[in-house]
């Protein structure tokens, strides 16, 4: 089935690390790849996507590569700050066009 | 992006009685609405999925007499647990799509605990 594995956390940082966030997956087919943020107390926002096999996501300085040879979609900043603090998913679309979720990945920037 | 709002944001409510859960499309007419479950610190799960103007489709393990779900028009669907008890609370999450891409966006979530 299709499955979704994220590096588990919290995972705390100093503002202005470096940052990686391991996601990889499981799936039939060639799904869409996405990262999910949510603040706390919030609903969940859409960060980045790719669609297909090296095709790269980006926004707000946060990157991810469509790796089909690794099944993998790492999260990456090169400079986090503490309003990055969040919980990031990653996620796949299937062919039925649900969306299965990694378990989230908790991140704590201090200042 | 699209805006999805859910109402109420957060409620508490005594074991036993019904908790009705709107989530609405406010700039987008929405084919599609997901409804989600998530415990603190994991992932969403989804609970099911609904079409407007048809039954809900839900997921394995998720009782449809006890979360009953609407999708009356294209910019609303609300979600009713029914003889709400302490292990139904949960923060409660929606989502819609629709238009080209039928990308989801989902809204703020909603925070129900049962006492």
């Known amino acids: 089935g299709n499955s979704v594995t994220q590096m588990e956390g919290p995972v705390t940082l100093s503002e202005e690390a470096f940052l990686t966030i391991n996601c990889t997956y499981t799936a039939t087919g060639y799904p869409s790849l996405f990262w999910y943020v949510q603040y706390p107390g919030e609903g969940l926002q859409l960060l980045l996507k790719a669609t297909k096999a090296d095709d790269k996501g980006s926004n707000k300085g946060f990157e991810a590569t469509y790796r089909k040879e690794t099944t993998s979609f790492h999260l990456e900043k090169g400079s986090v700050q503490v309003s990055d603090s969040a919980v990031y998913f990653c996620?796949?679309?299937?062919?039925?066009?649900?969306?299965?979720f990694g378990q989230g990945t908790e991140l704590s920037v201090k200042p | 992006g699209a805006v999805v709002s859910q109402h109420p944001s957060w409620v508490i409510c005594k074991s036993g009685t019904s908790v009705k859960i709107e989530c609405r499309s406010l700039?987008?007419?929405?084919?599609?609405m997901f409804w989600y479950r998530q415990f603190p610190k994991q992932s969403l799960m989804l609970m099911a999925t609904?079409?407007?103007?048809?039954?809900?489709?839900?997921e394995q393990g998720v009782e449809k007499d006890k979360f009953l779900i609407n999708h009356a028009s294209l910019t609303l669907s609300t979600l009713t647990v029914t003889s709400a008890h302490p292990e139904d609370s949960s923060f409660y999450i929606c989502s819609a799509a629709g238009g080209f891409n039928n990308e989801q966006f989902f809204g703020p979530g909603t925070r129900l605990t049962v006492l």
């Open positions: 609904s079409n407007e103007g048809s039954k809900a489709t839900y």
């Open positions: 996620a796949l679309k299937n062919q039925g066009g649900k969306l299965i």
């Open positions: 700039d987008f007419q929405a084919t599609t």
